[in-house]
């Protein structure tokens, strides 16, 4: 019998056995061999033995081996590694990018800039109304170079100010707007314009307990390991304070930690609205999560008592809820309640003396409810009784329904240590995204988010963020590069809405077919005759499209969306009119309205909103789409806005 004979009898049941080990499986999947092809290659292996070794070593593997041992597995693999990366290099490779892209386990070496620096960071814990954020922005104005970081468009203005106000020239930099201040050292802006690649002397990061938000976290995690600062202050509530240590760890960095308590103490209003909302006071808040219950709520307090109201929810612009704040804490003003959504929770300083929840549930996705997290309700009702307003004594928190106060009683009481953010938020790095699709030929975006999404490798002290919005405009946009498309996933535009998603996929169609950009331009004389709220309805849609616009004049190449100046004197018109249609509503409406959906017939040349070029968008007659209409009609109409 030959030695080819006998090899082939004798060891292929070691070559079995080699193929089914553990660590055989491990050691290759280390150098980037897939569990596919180290399957599919394994017979090629075996003849590539049977013929492409020198006669010695088969004369070995023939006679002298005849048991599966430690050994003889080395002795393999010095074989089969070698072959592999010599025959099957492109799959290789192609492997390699894909591995590479979707490990995510160690997010903190993204940053070498940040990790070549021994950072020394700060976590400020407390509630509202401790003066954690004060404190840590003392250190931003004695420092020759700082950066702050907000949740909020409103919270990096409020920054801007306090430290301009204070002699420290500071710019401010959102995903819409730009204020460049000659010869400052300091930028105010939105957590996720952080500029990762420059030097700060102090950064402050603000409601670190973001980190978890299942939208946004990712930005929260981008800031706390990639920003190169000297000194960084993390400032929130302490429920975020294990997870960060955690991070701590895995960067190698010191952490030090100050607790703060509430300047005065929160408690408890049992007693409630007995008499329902005509028992409201001078300094209350309520606080409703839908713009029908707010101005329901608003118009029933304005008829039943003398008090007139403010109101302030997330679609407003950040310009129009500050002018909202200025009415409701000026004594003089005449405006002495408030009623607003959770967007109250963070960024404004108000006079409120007490914050009365019309319900404990949030409306989610669909028709579903959710009660609001322990942070939530911590963080809402300790806008009560603030430091610097006239009731700073103490503050109060209550229910409009008394069966709510138990929940809200338990909330309050939880103890910090209770709450626990327990993983951040991630997602890839552009490079990581291109490096993917590199291995994916012929793939969509919306193919390679979705793998990310589905395979990606994460550590237990991260998740990957909700990209479903990213995926539903990725999905249509395919004829962009890669890394537009990419950046228009990212776009501040809530494409639920099919007004808005119009408007992006309008944008974007423009942009792909190489025209020029110009920012639409609303007639709002033609929203006179409408119902005040009507009005308001569509002028806080006009803002939202500008806004998108601006968003994307700043990431696109600056000769295709031009007119920055122009569309930032649109919108400062469009928010004076907000300003004033808020000034009409008070006090001009009976409790129990409900926005109607009908609309007065429009004029001959009333369905345009120009895009300065003189091209017509078809629109519903007020200058935006409607929505309405299905994807079909669009498509056939030739109308993406």
Known sequence: ??????????????????????????????????????????????????????????????HHVPTYTPQYESLLLSYYLPYMREEHAAEILLYTQKSTSLDLREPHTWYPFARALKRKIIYHAGPTNSGKTYNALQALKTCETGLYCGPLRLLALEAYDTLNAAGVWCSLMTGEEQREVPGAGHIACTVEMAPINRRWDVAVVDEIQMLGDESRGSAWTRAVLGLPANELHL??????????????????????????????????????????????????????????????????????????????????????????????????????????????????????????????????????????????????????????????????????????????????????????????GLQPEYEQVELLAMSMPGASLKEVLERFASDSRLDGSFFFCDLEDSLAVAETLDQLTLKERYQLCLAPANISRDIMRDWLLFFATQYAAGTTVFHPTFDMAQLQPLDKLDKLFHLEQYNTVITLWLWLSYRMPNDTFPGRSSAQAHQTCIIDAIDDTLLELTGTRRPGFSRSRRRPPPSHNAGTGNSNDGSTIPTNGYGVSSGARSSQQRRQSGSYA
């Open 235 to 424: 400032c929130g509530d302490g429920s975020s304070l294990e997870l960060v240590k955690t991070l701590c760890r895995a960067t190698g960095e010191d952490l030090q930690v100050i607790q703060y308590d509430r300047f005065c103490p929160l408690n408890i209003d049992f007693e409630g609205l007995p008499g329902g909302l005509s028992d409201v006071k001078a300094g209350d808040c309520i606080v409703a999560f839908s713009k029908k219950a707010i101005f329901n709520i608003k118009a029933e307090i304005e008829f039943r008592t003398p008090h007139k109201v403010c109101v302030i929810y997330g679609q407003l612009p950040p310009e129009t809820r500050r002018h909202q704040a200025r009415l409701f804490n000026d004594t003089d003003s005449g405006y002495d309640v408030l009623v607003a959504s959770d967007a109250v929770g963070m960024g404004l300083n108000l006079n409120i003396r007490r914050v009365v929840f019309h319900s404990l549930n949030k409306p989610g996705r669909g028709f579903t409810y959710s009660p609001l997290s322990v942070s939530a309700v911590k963080q809402i009702a300790g806008r009560a009784g603030r430091r610097s307003s006239q009731y700073n004594a103490f503050g109060l928190a209550t229910c409009a329904n008394p069966r709510d106060l138990a929940s809200l009683k338990e909330s309050l009481d939880t103890p910090m240590q209770a709450m626990i953010t327990p993983r951040a």
């Open 1 to 62: 019998m030959s030695i080819a004979v006998r090899f082939h009898e004798r060891y292929s049941k070691l070559l079995q056995q080699f193929a089914k080990s553990p660590s055989v499986r491990e050691t290759a999947l280390k150098q980037y061999i897939s569990e596919e092809l180290f399957k599919r290659t394994m017979e090629l292996f075996k003849r590539f033995l049977s013929r492409g070794v020198d006669a010695r070593t088969t004369e070995y593997l023939a």
